[in-house]
């Protein structure tokens, strides 16, 4: 059974940093691209950042570039966002999903406010 | 970036009616389009990829169709358990994109 599992969520100041991490089981993590995507509270859902198998290729939404970074560790079947300069607007439900988002974590929440 | 613009924003509609939700990219996407459900509390679950494959143990009244450049999902025979949002994603190219949503309500 596929699962992905976030935590490192939290109550967290402006311009401070968090790091989430999304351990990964039931799949052979290696041999997919991973993503996150956000929900703000009664919000719609938002693309954060996309990581190749091999963190050959990443990608991230324009509102996170430079703030935000994406990577793995195959070894430890974990993918991870660390995220910098936090701002009010980053305040959301944080989902990992699996390959083309066929599979979803139950998400972790970050709030960011002083 | 390529805009998925998804209606109607809210639907009601009866049990054991037919239901359609289009997404339409602001350009060309190929077949690079997901559709979504999401309960409230829950994480979205995966119904359709592709644009018309049906993903693993969702039901066959759930379907996606396509033509031209607009993009549709179909619930045949509305059930109860059919309520929630239902979103687009378009991945033929980063950023990629959601549409904002449709609130499906039973009447």
């Known amino acids: 059974e596929v699962q992905l599992v976030e935590s490192g969520g939290g109550l967290v100041q402006p311009g401070r940093s968090l790091k989430l991490s999304c351990l990964a089981s039931g799949f052979t993590f290696s041999n997919y691209g991973m993503n996150w995507i956000r929900q703000a509270p009664g919000k719609g859902l938002e693309w954060v950042a996309s990581?190749?198998?091999?963190?050959?290729?990443?990608y991230y939404a324009d509102t996170v570039k430079g703030r935000f970074t994406i990577s793995r560790d195959n070894a430890k079947n974990t993918l991870y966002l660390q995220m910098t300069s936090l701002r009010s607007e980053d305040t959301a439900l944080y989902y990992c999903?699996?390959?083309?988002?066929?599979?979803w974590g139950q998400g972790v929440m970050v709030t960011v406010s002083s | 970036d390529i805009q998925m613009t998804q209606s109607p924003a809210s639907l009601s509609a009866s049990l054991e009616e037919i239901v359609t939700i289009t997404c339409q990219p602001s350009q060309g996407i190929g077949n690079y389009l997901s559709w979504y459900q999401q309960k409230l509390g829950k994480s979205p679950q995966l119904l359709i990829h592709?644009?018309?494959s049906l993903a693993d143990g969702v039901p066959s009244r759930f379907s996606g169709s396509r033509s031209g450049t607009q993009y549709s999902l179909k619930i045949n025979r509305l059930q109860v358990e059919d309520t929630g949002i239902y979103y687009c994603l378009q991945i033929s190219s980063t950023p990629y994109t959601f549409g904002a949503g449709t609130k499906l309500e039973l009447k």
């Open positions: 592709s644009a018309t």
């Open positions: 990581i190749s198998s091999s963190s050959s290729y990443i």
């Open positions: 999903a699996r390959g083309k988002s066929d599979y």
